[in-house]
């Protein structure tokens, strides 16, 4: 029963995760912190896959000689952990793109407000 409620505050923790970055994302009007909430909302997706990945009382898939027969259900697939290595890869690679642009709009328009910036593309 424990694993069970563990389990549902896992979801509820990524679909937490996930709105709080939404929100960041369509609310805020200041690139930086659009730009953090884009690391939270990428955050939620990465935790979301890994709790789907995860079954409990599962081994890792290395199969050693002398073992018994294996069976697949005893097994935790590991491809949903590494496809999230990836994306932690691009994930923080992202980051390092947005926060080069950040700093080259801050030179040239000396803000980071997102409507103080349309006013002055216009």
Do not use: C
């Not at 029963?1 to 609310?27: H, K």
């Not at 890792?60 to 000689?65: A, G, M």
């Amino acid at each position: 029963m424990e694993a069970e409620t563990l389990s549902v505050v896992n979801y509820w923790l990524a679909a937490s995760l996930f709105l709080i970055g939404l929100y960041g994302i369509l609310a805020r009007p200041h690139l930086v912190r659009k730009l953090m909430a884009m690391n939270i909302l990428q955050v939620a997706v990465i935790v979301f896959f890994i709790i789907l990945g995860y079954k409990s009382d599962a081994t890792p898939p290395i199969v050693r000689q002398g073992d018994e027969t294996p069976i697949a259900r005893n097994y935790i697939n590991p491809l949903p952990h590494t496809l999230m290595l990836t994306a932690i890869v691009v994930s923080v690679s992202t980051t390092g793109v947005a926060l080069a642009l950040l700093i080259r709009i801050h030179r040239r328009f000396g803000t980071l407000d997102e409507s103080e910036l349309i006013e002055k593309l216009k």
